[in-house]
T-cell receptor, first 110, second 115 residues
Framework: GQQVMQIPQYQHVQEGEDFTTYCNSS?????IQWYKQRPGGHPVFLIQ?????EVKKQKRLTFQFGEAKKNSSLHITATQTTDVGTYFC??????????FGSGTQLTVLP | DSGVTQTPKHLITATGQRVTLRCSPR?????VYWYQQSLDQGLQFLIH???????AKGNILERFSAQQFPDLHSELNLSSLELGDSALYFC??????????????FGPGTRLLVL
């Protein structure tokens, strides 16, 4: 079945530093979605990328979808303590189920 | 607030027991998905229902079953519980579950602890 690898597993940054998490698939993806899960919370949809080479921005967050539609990244500029949480990428399968990456747990040190 | 509700929030039970988790999707959503989140397996898809019918199965054990009722709420039944079934169980809903680009909205989850 479809697999999505995500790195790194953990990232500790000082507040104000940048952060990036990466997702890779061995197969071409129809789309990639990004979710954020705060500690003790549930996954919350952030964005979806569909087109090859697509780049989308949400304030300090930049999302990219690779040209071959096999990889994606989420970059946060100048992290804040409110960015703390686990960031997941997810690919939509043939039955519309989400296959999640393992997540990157971000800790922001004040 | 995603509009998806799940009950109960927490559940503590013993091995061998049976429990039922309940999910109400967002108003108007026809599709319900169940996911299991555990420390060692991450977030894994269990099953998808659309308008009362099973659409797809993922890594769901035979001891687990689900259904979606005419009012579109869904229940996940877990039986012969084992210690390893302790996890967070999320349900998510989307409007039709037919388009690749649909967003899924997650409920707050049910935390199950099997002792």
């Amino acid at each position: 079945g479809q697999q999505v690898m995500q790195i790194p597993q953990y990232q500790h940054v000082q507040e104000g530093e940048d952060f990036t998490t990466y997702c890779n698939s061995s197969t071409t993806l129809s789309n990639i979605q990004w979710y954020k899960q705060r500690p003790g919370g549930h996954p919350v949809f952030l964005i979806q990328l569909v087109k090859s080479g697509e780049v989308k921005k949400q304030k300090r967050l930049t999302f990219q979808f690779g040209e071959a539609k096999k990889n994606s990244s989420l970059h946060i500029t100048a992290t804040q303590t409110t960015d703390v949480g686990t960031y997941f990428c997810a690919a939509t399968g043939s039955a519309r189920q989400l296959t999640f990456g393992s997540g990157t747990q971000l800790t922001v040190l004040p | 607030d995603s509009g998806v509700t799940q009950t109960p929030k927490h559940l503590i039970t013993a091995t061998g027991q049976r429990v039922t988790l309940r999910c109400s999707p967002r108003s108007g959503d026809l599709s319900v998905y169940w996911y299991q989140q555990s420390l060692d397996q991450g977030l894994q898809f269990l099953i998808h229902y659309y308008n009362g019918e099973e659409r797809a199965k993922g890594n769901i054990l035979e001891r687990f079953s689900a259904q979606q009722f005419p009012d579109l709420h869904s229940e996940l039944n877990l039986s012969s519980l084992e210690l390893g079934d302790s996890a967070l169980y999320f349900c998510a809903s989307s409007d039709t579950g037919t388009r690749v680009t649909e967003t899924q909205y997650f409920g707050p989850g049910t935390r199950l602890l099997v002792l």
